[in-house]
């Protein structure tokens, strides 16, 4: 195996490091846009709390005495970040259950469609809490399935 130019690389890890911050702004105001209606005194949605880990990317909501955490990862061959709603076990390594994920991308739009079709974006008030709510409800509807699984960590 043939490696890169020191130049070439530093060039494209530039490149990878300079996306990742870009999502992972997009992702603290994620955080922040939801908490600012989902805790507010006339929320929608009584008793949400919010807990913000952003050094490890990492926010959790409480609700209705369950806890789930979404945690934020670059997928490095799509460049889109990747937000993965899971409910912690009793080893947080092994015991994850996966609620789902969702993709977005550079402009914060999600892969997730509002009922008219249009992309949620993560960095609105109303479409980021819009997303918890939607992973709150696929765990509690009775349709809901758990794959069990971890979120892949390559991701």
Same mark, same amino acid.
């Given at each position: 195996m043939k490696a !890169? $130019?020191?130049?070439q690389l530093a060039a494209h890890l530039s490149k990878i490091a300079e996306r990742y911050e870009k999502l992972r702004t997009i992702f603290?105001?994620?955080?922040?846009? @939801? +908490?600012? !209606?989902l805790t507010a005194n006339d929320s929608p949605v009584p008793g949400i709390k919010?807990?913000?880990? !952003?050094?490890?990317?990492m926010l959790r909501v409480e609700f209705c005495g369950k806890s789930y955490e979404f945690d934020f990862k670059m997928d490095h061959v799509t460049g889109k970040g990747v937000v993965t709603c899971t409910l912690p076990g009793r080893n947080p390594q092994k015991d994850r259950i996966v609620v789902g994920s969702f993709a977005f991308v550079g402009n914060a739009d999600s892969d997730v !469609?509002?009922?008219? %079709?249009d992309n949620l974006r993560m960095v609105t008030p109303d479409d980021a809490s819009h997303l918890i709510l939607h992973m709150i409800y696929q765990d509690l509807s009775p349709a809901?399935?758990? $794959? %069990? @699984?971890?979120?892949?960590? +390559?991701q």
């Open positions: !890169l $130019s020191a130049t603290r105001e994620f955080c922040a846009k @939801s +908490a600012a !209606l919010h807990f913000f880990d !952003l050094p490890n990317n !469609l509002n009922s008219h %079709g809901a399935a758990h $794959s %069990g @699984s971890q979120p892949d960590a +390559a």
